[in-house]
């Protein structure tokens, strides 16, 4: 039976951590669907579209990840995609608390879906998309925390925000 996987997240805008989450997790199984939500309590810096097609071009050499944005409960993401997983990475134990609330949550709503979690590598166990966006909102260099595509975009867009 296949195995596929879902890595759901606001990824505004993705960051070199949750690439080498992706990356890490494609080769655990036969496919990982990286749902973008759409609904993010958060005001997003990036549109949903936006967000999609810069995971879209970062991950176009991986052969089994697919992008995909979505609405509501990430279980039911899950479920749709036929997912048995959930990923998620951990950078810090202050990350673990709300973690684990979320996976402990979402097996309630629906026990047939598990999540694993991925420690971060040790280089990006510091980083996050709001770092990113307030480093770049000080006019400060982030290409050591995103891809190039994703800094020009970042950039572009503190630049038409100051003008
Ligand atoms: O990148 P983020 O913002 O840390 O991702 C959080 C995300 C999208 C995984 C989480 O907010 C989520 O799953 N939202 C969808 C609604 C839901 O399923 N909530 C979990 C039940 S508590």
Known sequence: MKRVAVYPGSFDPFTLGHLDVIERAAQMVDEL?????????????????????????????????????????SVEFASENHAEFIVRG???????????????????LNP?????????????????????????SYGGDISKLVTPAVRDAVMEKYRSTRE
């Open 90 to 108: 951990l950078r810090a134990i202050t990350d673990f608390e709300f973690e684990l609330q979320m996976a402990q949550t979402n097996r309630v």
């Open 33 to 73: 669907v990286v749902g973008v939500l759409v609904n993010s309590a958060k005001k997003p810096l990036f549109s949903i579209e936006e967000r999609v097609k810069m995971l879209e071009i970062a991950v176009k050499d991986i052969g089994n990840v697919r992008v995909q944005q979505f609405n509501g409960l």
């Open 112 to 136: 047939a879906i598990d999540t694993i979690f991925l420690t971060t590598s040790l280089q990006y166990a510091y980083l996050s998309s709001t770092i990113v966006k307030e480093v770049a």
